[in-house]
Each structure stands twice: as C-alpha cells, then as structure tokens.
C-alpha cells in the first residue's frame, strides 16, 4: 500500500509523458522533493524545470535520487533501462503511474472519465466546470487545458477529475463515485488482444463504481447494457432517446448553440465556443455531471461558454477570414471520422472551402473502409 501523505523525496522514469507529469505538478505542489528522467526535452519538461522539479534527459544513474523514496514509471519505459533497473535490483518501492493515481484518489470523491477516444476533452471539460463554477476539484488530466496552460491544477476540496486510461488496464485501479465512458472501440489490441476484451475491461470499469455512484454513458455503444449501476443515465448529441440530449442545435458567428434536456431538467441557449459536433457531445456528458452535482445552471453555462478547449483537440493554430488552420490529436479510425465530420458541418461549404470538403469525404471513405475491415 502506497501512503501518499508520507512521501518526501519521489522519482519518475519517463517524467515528461502527459499523465506522469500531471502526477509530478501534484506532489511538487505538496512540497515534495520532485525529479525525474525523460529521453528528450520539452515544452512540459521545460514547464517542470521553471515549476521547481528535477529534469534530466540521459538514461544514468548518477544522476537519479538515490533518497526518493518511491520511484514511479510508465509502462514506456524500455526493460533495459538503466535507471529502472538499477531500482529494482537495489529494493526501492517501484510502482506504476496507476498505482499511484490509484493511491491518491483512495479517499477522495472521484469523477473518473473513461473512453477509447474523448476522455480527455471531456475530463478536461468536467474539471473546468468545476473549477470555473466554484465547485472545485484536484484534476489529472491527459492533456493541456487552454484555460489553465496545464494539465493538473490542485484544490483543497476533496474532489477528483480524473482521466482513466484504458492503456494497461490502469482504470482497474481507481474507484470512481461517477465514472463516464464515452466510447468502447478497439484499442490498444497489443494489450487486450481483442475487441471483446477491450469491452470486457469497460464493463469492470463500470463495476467499480462505488455503492451509491454514477455512471454516465454515451447511448447506444455497443455492451453499453452490460455496464450495470443502479443509477445510470445515458447522453447523445443526436438521438433524443437518450437521458441527456441537445435540442435546437445551431451555429451562429463560429460557434454552437443549443438546448441540453433531460427528463427532469433543461438548460437553454447553451454557448460552446469549440469546433466539432463530437465535441458538442462530450460537453453535454460534463454538463450531466455539473447538474448532478447541483452545480447552479447559470454556472453551468457561464463555465461552457468560457471553455477554451485542449490543446491538440480541435485548436485553431490559425483562425481568420483567410484561413482556418486546426491541430487535432485524433489517430484512431472513429476520432477522425468525427473530426472530419465535425469539420465539414461547422465550416460551411462556400467558394475555395468545396476542396476542404472533398478531401474530407476522400478521407472518410477511406476511414469507413477501415472501419468495415476491424
């Protein structure tokens, strides 16, 4: 058992990956004795020299923390390390990233964010709702938050925003009182093997949902019926079928404006001011979550609407009369066909957008091949 509240000194093998580096800004800003190896620098290496910690960039143990009294890595790291081997022949506590995560959210409130693709706008989505409207909440995220230039931020309620990462089953280890998923895709087949199994480690996600939690899933994913908690709610942009679901959606001067209705509440004349209709979706998910909570509904909506997004998700690198030039992250088959979905209904086809338009068809024909051939 890892007890977080009595680390001093505490070392990352692989310090500048996304998720490590939420985790070294968290004990860094408790005061601990932070410092790591990553194989190259860079912008959030940088970021963790200027914040106080440790970095260096070549794999030798004379310059490790021979004192750290825990020593963290990520499943990235290479088995012929220098480092991660001299810790395991020499007995230090060596232990996961998901082991860790897991430790600290042991005795908080967690609202973990689950999915093969959108966890990481949507958490971050859930945590600036949080944190705008005043509720607030510690959170970990995957990438880095426009709003807040970061990717982990700190609060003295004990709150989590968590992103849970399927990657190595590591979201088997955290114990969420409201988990969302928001896909189940295959993924990460070099672990899992097959689809089934990636299904199978998201309905035992879903059964880690404390007694009395919730669980928040997109309508209609496939074995979404086989997540079973007793206080389940169901979100769609589209299908009306869903617990939660947007109604009068339009865009007007460059971003989306709608209704997002339940059965028992409603909230209208919604401001996301954030490209891609998917991404329209994932914000409705954080919204099931804020009303939940009882988060106030002009709080809600004053929160969205200040949202600046992620950085890789749908940025705008370039944005004017001219030219739109947008940096999105997505790699898996079903996160590009939603971007180029997103893309092609939130610019509107006029004069030397009909190209964009058709390599965006081009591409998703070549996407749909792919996705019929899994």
Sequence with gaps: MIEINTIKRIYFIGIGGIGMSALARYFNAKGVIVSGYDKTETTLTKQLVNEGVNVHYEDNITLIDKEAA???????????????????????TVVKRSDV??????????????????????????????????????????????????NFWSSPKNVCVVEADEYDRSFLKLSPDIAIITAMDADHLDIYGTAENVENAFIEFSARVKNGGCLIIKHGLKRGAECKVADTCTYSGKDSGANIHVENLQTINGSYQFDVVNNYWRINNVV???????NVENIIAAIGV??????????????VSSFKGVKRRFEYIIKNDKIVFIDDYAHHPEELNALLSGAKIYFPIKGAQLSFNRICTAAQRILQTVLQRR
């Design 70 to 92: 825990i020593i963290v890595y990520t499943p990235a790291i290479p088995k012929d390390s220098k480092e991660l081997n001299y810790f395991l022949q020499n007995n230090y």
């Design 101 to 150: 995560l897991g430790a600290i959210t042991n005795s908080s409130f967690n609202i973990c964010v689950a999915g093969t693709h959108g966890k990481t706008t949507t958490s971050t989505m859930v945590a600036h709702l949080l944190q705008h409207s005043g509720y607030g909440c510690n959170a970990f995220l995957g990438g880095i938050a426009v709003n807040y230039n970061s």
């Design 272 to 278: 996301l001011n954030m490209g891609g209709l998917h």
């Design 290 to 303: 804020a009303k939940y909570l009882k988060i106030e509904d002009d709080k809600i909506k004053a929160a």
